[in-house]
């Protein structure tokens, strides 16, 4: 099928390509169906270029979200989902579903400037999930679930 989107241009998008969030997203419930983009910059094993997707609206050409896997920032979830969630997602176990949050750009409006890095504004509470076997997802806020949030960062030992 051809999809027409204002990021994108035209696009022939395969049928079983397209990921179906059942209840929409939390910002608009009437899209329900998405096709994920993605353009490698640079090295995509390099963790200072991480890979960014857009999760591009279906039916809405204007509509596309900048999302990243916050775990390539260091930055992780343990997230207990409720069976029903599971249920939607066509999901046996966590094992099959990755974590993704929403983000733009802040270097234009930053007060904070980092030399070499591109500063992003990411929604950590309200994480997608995504199956990518079933190409179903979610969106989910935290707030409404049991969660742990992790920062791996580096251990600075005081030199005396």
Known sequence: M???TTRFGSQ???QDTILHFPNGLLSDTQ???????HKEDGDSNSTQNPIV?????IDEP???YSIFDPSLANFYYDVSLPDEDYDLLN???SDEIIMMVIIKDSNANSRVKKEGLTL???NITEPLFINLQSLRGLQRSIKDLDYDIFLNVPIVEAKN
């Open 2 to 4: 051809k999809i027409e």
């Open 12 to 14: 022939e998008v395969e």
């Open 31 to 37: 899209l329900k169906n998405f096709k994920l983009f």
């Open 53 to 57: 997707f857009w999760l591009q609206s």
């Open 62 to 64: 204007n509509l596309a």
């Open 91 to 93: 999901s046996q176990s």
């Open 120 to 122: 992003v504004n990411a």
